[in-house]
T-cell receptor
Framework: GEDVEQSLFLSVREGDSSVINCTYT??????LYWYKQEPGAGLQLLTY?????DMKQDQRLTVLLNKKDKHLSLRIADTQTGDSAIYFC????????FGRGTSLIVHP | DVKVTQSSRYLVKRTGEKVFLECVQD?????MFWYRQDPGLGLRLIYF???????EKGDIPEGYSVSREKKERFSLILESASTNQTSMYLC??????????FGPGTRLLVL
C-alpha cells in the first residue's frame, strides 16, 4: 500500500513563504492532495494535483510534483497567521493514504 | 457544496458503554469512511463503505463496527467503549474518484 511521509512541524514568520514537503511511495496515485485542518475542525480540501502535472498554482498556493523522486510540496506565499493549521498530504489509487500531518506555526 | 455532518462535536462516555457516532452526507456519494485521528499518528482508517449495506475493514477495525442502512448515513459503533478509544473521529465521503470530503469531527472522551 501507499506510504506517505511528511515532517511534523514547520515554523515561519508572518509574510515569509512556507514550504511543506511530502514523499510518497505509490507511483500509481492518480491524484495527490493537500488538506488543511484548523484547530478543532475536520479536514478541508485545500488543493490537489493530477499525477500527470508538474505544478499547480492557486492564488497563494503552489503545488509542485516531482514524479521521479515521488516528492510533493505545498508552497504558501506571504504566510499569514490564519494559515496556522495542520497540513496533510494524501495520495493513493483508490482510498487515499494520509501523511501524519505537518503543524504550521506562523509567528509575528 | 458537499456537506458532511456528524451528530456530535464532543462526547463523553464511560468505559463499557455502547457508543454511536453518526455521519450524514448530502451529495449522494457512494463511499463513506470513518477515521480516527491521534496526535503524531495522523489519520487511520477504521472502516469504509462503498454502497448501502456494504462495509470493508480498514487498518484498525478492532473494537468497532459500522452500519450503512441508507446511502447518506454511515454509523460507527463502539460496542464497549474503552479508554484507548478516546480520540477524534472523522467521517468522510467521496464519489469513488478519490477526493474525500470531511465532516467537522467528533471528539470522544472515554472515562
Amino acid at each position: 500500500g501507499e506510504d506517505v511521509e511528511q515532517s511534523l512541524f514547520l515554523s515561519v514568520r508572518e509574510g515569509d513563504s512556507s514550504v511543506i514537503n511530502c514523499t510518497y511511495t505509490d507511483s500509481s496515485s492518480t491524484y495527490l492532495y493537500w488538506y488543511k485542518q484548523e484547530p478543532g475542525a475536520g479536514l478541508q480540501l485545500l488543493t490537489y494535483i493530477f499525477s500527470n502535472m508538474d505544478m499547480k498554482q492557486d492564488q497563494r498556493l503552489t503545488v509542485l510534483l516531482n514524479k521521479k523522486d515521488k516528492h510533493l510540496s505545498l508552497r504558501i506565499a506571504d504566510t499569514q497567521t490564519g494559515d496556522s493549521a495542520i497540513y496533510f498530504c494524501a495520495g493513493g489509487s483508490y482510498i487515499p493514504t494520509f501523511g501524519r500531518g505537518t503543524s504550521l506555526i506562523v509567528h509575528p | 457544496d458537499v456537506k458532511v455532518t456528524q451528530s456530535s462535536r464532543y462526547l463523553v462516555k464511560r468505559t463499557g458503554e455502547k457508543v454511536f457516532l453518526e455521519c450524514v452526507q448530502d451529495m449522494d456519494h457512494e463511499n463513506m469512511f470513518w477515521y480516527r485521528q491521534d496526535p503524531g499518528l495522523g489519520l487511520r482508517l477504521i472502516y469504509f463503505s462503498y454502497d448501502v449495506k456494504m462495509k470493508e475493514k480498514g487498518d484498525i477495525p478492532e473494537g468497532y463496527s459500522v452500519s450503512r442502512e441508507k446511502k447518506e448515513r454511515f454509523s460507527l459503533i463502539l460496542e464497549s467503549a474503552s479508554t484507548n478509544q478516546t480520540s477524534m473521529y472523522l467521517c468522510a465521503s467521496s464519489t469513488g474518484k478519490e477526493t474525500q470530503y470531511f465532516g467537522p469531527g467528533t471528539r470522544l472522551l472515554v472515562l
